[in-house]
């Protein structure tokens, strides 16, 4: 499935790190990392899928695909700046949300309009925001919530 990875653009080392991890978690279970393509978790959700062999979807805010980070493999200019984070949700089958600010609540306020379910890594405290300890967690509950098992417990939601 394509995930859709939120979070904040300027990151600490502990938010870097965790998205990392998450990307390569991402990647190894063959989901594609779906993301906003700069920088901070988006740089490192990136370069952890793509150092585990995962591929990587950028779309960047303006109207130049080449302004993606390094580890997006395919970027998709939109010219629309912060509009362009609906295009991020509607484009993955679920979210993780990493840490982040406005943007990033933006963005699950747009996977709740989407009907996507949200994992959260240290982020916002939102109705909706399945909040998570671990990468692998959190990949766990975007899987199981794909799949109609949101909570684990047989399909009861």
């Known amino acids: ?21 998450l990307g390569g978690r991402l990647a190894d279970r063959g989901h594609t990392v779906v993301c906003g393509g700069l920088g901070g978790v988006m740089e490192a959700v990136c370069e952890g899928a793509r150092e585990a062999g995962g591929h990587t979807v950028g779309i ?46 933006s963005e699950i306020g747009y996977a709740a309009v989407f009907d996507r379910p949200v994992a959260g890594l240290d982020t916002h405290d939102v109705a909706g925001v399945h909040p998570c300890e671990t990468p692998g967690e959190a990949v766990d509950y975007v899987e199981c919530a794909v799949d109609g098992d949101s909570d ?3 399909g009861v939601r």
Request: hydrophobic share 40%; proline share 4%; glycine share 18%.
């Open 60 to 105: 960047v805010p303006g109207d130049d695909p080449d302004d993606a980070n390094p580890f997006v493999e395919t970027a998709v200019a939109t010219g629309l700046g912060h509009a362009r984070n609906a295009l991020v949700v509607m484009n993955g089958d679920a979210v993780v949300a990493v840490d982040g600010g406005g943007g990033t609540l």
């Open 152 to 154: 684990g417990d047989d």
């Open 1 to 21: 499935m394509r995930v859709s990875v939120v979070g904040g653009s300027a990151v600490g080392a502990t938010e870097r790190e965790i998205a990392h991890e």
